[in-house]
């Protein structure tokens, strides 16, 4: 019999070990703490586990997102594609740029784009794609690929970069799905770009920070690829810090007025020791998704399917939906947990939703199944840091929360 005893239960703290503290002790004492061999370092143990030849380290996934945009020369008059049921950051970075934000709905009752819409928000002036993979998710990427091949007479590039693709450019928001896999093929190895989020809540944490990767196949040129991340990141500048402290190698060069994004080996300490952890990390994850499951869907109620035979979750989120309720309900529910001490979230708002998109010209109306996604979804406490006895209370909290409340009484 679990403990009904009020608990504390926090709703995504950092997993913080001594070995992540020893790591950081390390850069500190090394007397090298921005950009240096701890974050090239961390590149590498990047590209090694998901899988491709270069990874490029920056201070957020933000960053990483908007860079490539920037290195793929898009810009004003052209389109970008994205969810409308994401956080921000895949959509103002589109504005960031200059380009025009070009908003999709989801599917009736999924977390992921309708690609039917997305095929008819394909236009000429559409340069790139950003699907979000919610929740640790990876997107039908097969059928993003099939939708972009059905209009790729469209295509009209702007830049040798451009050509080379000679199509719409799919660049993965995967803030939540390092670590995910699908049909084989890991996050990282599928979309043109991915773009991961090391961000403090997030499954592996550098405190802020974030990487991109790309597929080498396609024929890039991958030094010159990392050459143009590493300029734009350090304001343009063609030697890094590291770089100059070689004898007499001082000499540097500001090829292009650029950016300050980098990530630091203080940073990169942080991550060193969670790659280290990580598959220990994201099976405890799927242990509590495997408990959730269990006992919440016999109740009635709907979830993000993380593990479906063809695709296995990075576990980051666990988005749960009541059927028949609306907006004030779920509200309601949010608090009463947080009054028996647990800390729930919504993931997400849609952007049209939001002041800074209503002033772009978006209406929720025009999105109605992000609407319903969002009003009775409820995202409930997912990390390593929960005990099994947390998990038992957060869910008989859950269920009584759920009978005591009104639109529930079938749940």
Known sequence: ??????????????????????????????????????TKEFEKRIAEYVGTKKAVCLNSATAAMELTLRILGVGPGDEV?????????????????????????????????????????????TKVIIPV??????????????????????????????????RVIVMADAAHSFGANRNGLNSGQVADFTCFSFHAVKNLTTAEGGSVVWRSELGLDDEWLY????????????????????IGAWEYDIVYPAY????????????????????????????????????????GLQRLEHYDGISTSSGHLYLVRIPGIEEKARNEIIIKMAEAGVACNVHYKPLPMLTAYKNLGFDINDYPNAF????????LPLHTLLSDEDVEYIIQCFKTVLKNSVGCQNV
């Open 133 to 166: 993979d919610i929740a640790g998710k990876m997107c039908d990427y097969d059928t993003i690929f099939k939708v972009i091949e059905s209009k790729k007479t469209l295509f009209k590039a702007n830049n040798e970069l451009q050509q080379l693709f000679n």
């Open 1 to 38: 019999m679990i403990d009904m005893k009020k608990r504390n239960i926090p709703f995504s703290p950092p997993d913080i070990t001594d070995s992540e503290i020893e790591e950081v002790v390390n850069a500190l004492k090394s007397g090298w703490i921005t950009t240096g061999p701890v």
């Open 260 to 299: 300050k994004c980098n990530m630091t080996d203080i940073m990169a300490s942080i991550g060193l020791a969670q790659i280290n952890r990580y598959e220990d990390l994201v099976q405890r994850r799927k242990g509590i998704i495997e408990k959730y499951d269990k006992e919440l869907l016999p109740l």
């Open 372 to 379: 319903n996604l969002y009003q009775n979804e409820i995202t």
């Open 81 to 125: 594609i994205t969810s409308a049921y994401t956080y921000t950051a895949s959509a103002s970075i589109i504005d960031h740029v200059g380009a025009k934000i070009v908003l999709v709905d989801t599917a009736p009752d999924s977390f992921e784009m309708d690609y039917i819409k997305l095929a008819e928000a394909i236009t000429e002036k």
């Open 227 to 246: 050459q143009q991340f590493m300029l734009y990141s350090l304001h343009g500048q063609s030697k890094d810090a590291l770089a100059k402290t070689q």
